[in-house]
């Protein structure tokens, strides 16, 4: 059973960071994509950025770009999520997630589609 934990949300005020972390259990972490995707209130759930499992590839979504980097070690099965210049706009609940396969094509990794496990989600709200 493969678990996705998700941790480092907090509050923050705008221009300010913050560091989200994703521990995964329960199968070989290194052979696996990772990806996070945000929801914030009362619009659609969103790409944020996606990592391949040798850390080589790294995809974001447009508005995060040149501000989120997203990481992982494959020693410790943790993937992270380094937010700098953070804006009011990034407020959200973030989730970690992880696909079934090992066999994802890095043009999929923005749909959540591809992705079959969830994390249960860190709040991270920015202040203006």
């Known amino acids: 059973q493969v678990q996705l934990v998700a941790s480092g949300g907090g509050l923050v005020q705008a221009g300010g960071s913050l560091r989200l972390s994703c521990a995964a259990s329960g199968r070989t972490f290194s052979n696996y994509a990772m990806g996070w995707f945000r929801r914030a209130p009362g619009k659609e759930q969103e790409f944020v950025a996606a990592?391949?499992?040798?850390?080589?590839?790294?995809y974001y979504a447009d508005s995060v770009k040149g501000r989120f980097t997203i990481s992982r070690d494959n020693a410790k099965n943790t993937v992270s999520l380094q937010m700098n210049s953070l804006k009011p706009e990034d407020t959200a609940v973030y989730y970690c997630a992880a696909p079934s396969t090992t066999q994802t094509l890095g043009v999929n990794l923005g749909a959540s589609s591809t992705y079959r496990y969830w994390g249960q989600g860190t709040q991270v709200t920015v202040s203006s």
């Open positions: 990592v391949d499992w040798s850390s080589v590839s790294t």
